[in-house]
């Protein structure tokens, strides 16, 4: 409780004339401060504004405060020193008290009453609550109106001044600061009891909460706030589209599309229902409420298909306008049909510059000939078997080509058949060429040819020394003996034992000869062979076998051998020495006497470089004065890629 202080103002006018003075005047502009309007404090203050100087000067000020039945409940004189009394303290019983203010001056008058209103009201105003709000809000929620609960009860003596309202993050917020006060900035509706309604025009997306108080004409606030939860959503459902095929397809395609969504769901709401919707080529939706929904494309075709759904709260990407809002376009997809197999049909005859040619011209209107599968197959007429399958390729155009290697095939009648498909699956085959006719080719297709070779112009297998070559010469031919010229031919050495082939070209004359000539080399075959070309065939001959005899050197250490004496040592040498095994090749020494037969006795081994060595003892008188043959003696071995071969005798004397 506030103590009395009494504040009087005391003004002296600088001239009076004798025997005219008057009454003291009113006080000026009497308010209360704070405001004539009701206040929630019981404590009052009033001030006014100075009167001019007076003669008597002014002594006193004095007031009395009324109740709202005028009995007076306090009054008091007060020196006049300042403009203006207070606190004056009301019963703390709401209502409207009146506060009275006169001047008495020096020779005891008094002046007029000044009267001002002290309206105290401290009642707190019932609690409120929002209206029902959407359990969730969308974007076409917004502007969002949201209307208050009045308060309950007979409303305060100082009125509604209006509402209070915030909106936060928390749940335990309040939309006023001052405790049971709220300011007249905190006030968010200040038209009264009846301005109720709130408009907000936006808010984050998540959950916010309003907290309401009603707010009494004095500032006092409800004794609690009302809340009401929002929870907004501003995101589009995704929705995603099950059963497109990568690519054509020749069957009706079943399609679902599913949603799914973070905020609001796809399961329940208060306002619009949720839903999800296929939409085919800008045709009327097919939609099912919640999650999922399921359509099925059938007509052939090319098919634009849109995909979308709308969320509890609804937000919706179907690309129309909702509330004056422009939707986000709906996800799309391409569904291609073609159920109608292509056409095929051979070419209507073979091209006479390259008979084995064979193409064949596949046509579809929608999806289109499939590079990849199909072909083209050939078979004996009449053996029952199934189509051996030809290298086929197709092109952009659509056609099928296919390369039949005649050559390779025995002569006779054959038949061909074209299998295609379109980029759809669709297959269609056919054994007829454009006109109607079979597709059957004779063979040959091609005029034959004829190719001879010779070795060192022999025919049949030759064989020559290590390190010499040799001519290989031919003729090719076709018809009856006729000379083709400019012709190439190609030359094949296989070299013994292992893999190593040499492959040479040679060109034929105008007379249809053509040679070349075969470097040094180990034993190996040869062929030789025309590839034949787009109108003359395929003709080989061959292989011929070259042998190549190695190089064997024996040497004696001495021309005489003594029976019985030191040993005569035999030294020699095989080339060539890059060719010689890892354990080294394998050698016979042998002997004969003139005119006989030679024999073997002893086999030794070289070393990596071909080289060998032997020690042998005469011991036998027999051997006296008989002169001997040796040589040494290189057989055929594995791994050893030349012919049997033998060295130059060398002749012993036994002494």
């Known amino acids: 409780m506030k103590r009395l202080m009494a504040l009087i103002a005391l003004a002296v006018p600088a001239f009076a004339a004798p025997g005219a003075f008057a009454s003291p005047p009113a006080p000026s502009d009497l308010r209360v401060v704070g405001g004539d309007g009701w206040h929630a404090d019981n404590a009052f203050s009033l001030d006014w504004n100075s009167p001019p100087a007076t003669a008597p000067a002014l ?45 008495e001056d020096a020779s005891g008058a008094q002046g007029p009453v000044a009267t001002a209103q002290l309206r105290f009201d401290d009642t707190r105003p019932s609690a409120i609550e929002p209206g029902p709000v959407p359990a969730w809000i969308g974007r076409v929620g917004f502007p969002l109106r949201i209307r208050l609960g009045r308060p309950a009860g007979p ?248 390369r039949w290697e005649s050559d390779s095939y ?62 290989l010469a031919g003729r090719l031919t076709t018809g009856i003996r006729a000379p083709l010229a400019g012709m190439p031919v190609r030359i094949v050495e296989r070299f013994a034992p292992g893999p190593t082939v040499r492959v040479s070209t040679a060109r034929t004359a105008a007379d249809g000869t053509w040679s070349i000539h075969l470097p040094p080399g180990p034993s190996r075959e040869v062929e030789a062979t025309f590839a034949g070309s787009a109108t003359l065939g395929r003709s080989t001959y061959g292989p011929l076998r070259l042998g190549v005899r190695s190089a064997v050197r024996l040497g004696a250490s001495s021309g005489l051998a003594k029976i019985g004496g030191p040993p005569l040592v035999f030294r020699g040498r095989i080339a060539p020495a890059e060719a010689i095994p890892a354990p080294g090749k394998s050698v016979q020494l042998q002997f004969r006497l003139p005119g006989s037969a030679w024999s073997e006795f002893r086999t030794i081994q070289t070393d990596r470089q071909g080289r060998f060595r032997y020690a042998y003892r005469f011991s036998d008188d027999d051997s006296r004065g008989a002169r001997f043959q040796f040589r040494a003696y290189a057989p055929a071995q594995e791994n050893w890629p030349y012919e049997p071969s033998g060295s130059r005798p060398v002749l012993v004397e036994g002494v």
């Open 410 to 471: 025995p002569a006779g009648e054959y038949e061909f058949r074209a299998v295609a498909y379109d980029a759809a699956g669709n297959v269609a085959l056919t054994r007829r060429r454009r006109n109607g006719s079979a597709m059957v080719l004779s063979n040959p297709l091609k005029a034959t040819t004829a190719l001879v070779a010779r070795l060192g112009g022999r025919a049949g297998p030759r064989s020559v020394p290590y390190g010499r070559g040799i001519r």
């Open 59 to 103: 002594t006193r000020t004095h007031y009395r405060v009324r109740d709202p039945q005028g009995t007076t409940i306090a009054s008091e004189v007060i020196s006049k020193t300042e403009d203006g009394v207070g606190p004056l303290i009301v019963p703390a019983v709401p209502g409207s008290y009146t506060a009275e203010v006169w001047f």
């Open 155 to 402: 409303p305060p003596l100082a009125g509604i001044r209006g509402y209070a309202i915030s909106i936060a993050a928390a749940p335990s917020a309040t939309p006023c600061h001052g405790g049971d006060l709220c300011s007249e900035a905190e006030t968010t509706l200040r038209g009264g009891f009846e301005d109720d309604e709130l408009e907000i025009a936006a808010l984050p997306e998540g959950t916010s909460y309003l907290h309401a108080v009603a707010v009494s004409g004095s500032g006092m606030r409800s004794p609690a706030s009302g809340r009401a939860e929002l929870r907004v959503d501003l995101t589009d459902p995704v929705t995603r589209l099950a059963g497109v095929p990568a690519g054509w397809t020749n069957r009706a395609v079943s399609l679902l599309a599913r949603a799914t969504d973070s905020g609001a769901g796809m399961t329940d709401s208060t306002g619009l229902p949720p839903f999800t919707a296929i939409r085919i080529d800008g045709g009327a939706p097919v939609s099912a409420a919640g999650a999922t929904v399921a359509t099925t494309v059938v007509a052939e075709g090319t098919h634009r298909v849109a995909y979308y759904a709308r969320d509890g709260a609804g937000n919706v990407d179907d690309g129309a306008w909702s509330n004056g809002i422009a939707n986000r376009s709906p996800r799309t997809a391409t569904v291609r049909i073609d159920r109608t197999p292509p056409s095929v049909a051979f070419a209507g005859s073979q091209d006479p510059r390259d008979p084995e040619l064979v193409r064949a011209r596949i046509e579809d209107g929608l999806s289109g000939p499939d590079p990849v599968r199909g072909g083209i197959g050939v078979r004996r007429v009449g053996s029952g078997d199934g189509f051996r399958a030809l290298p086929t390729t197709v092109g952009e155009a659509g056609e099928m080509r296919a």
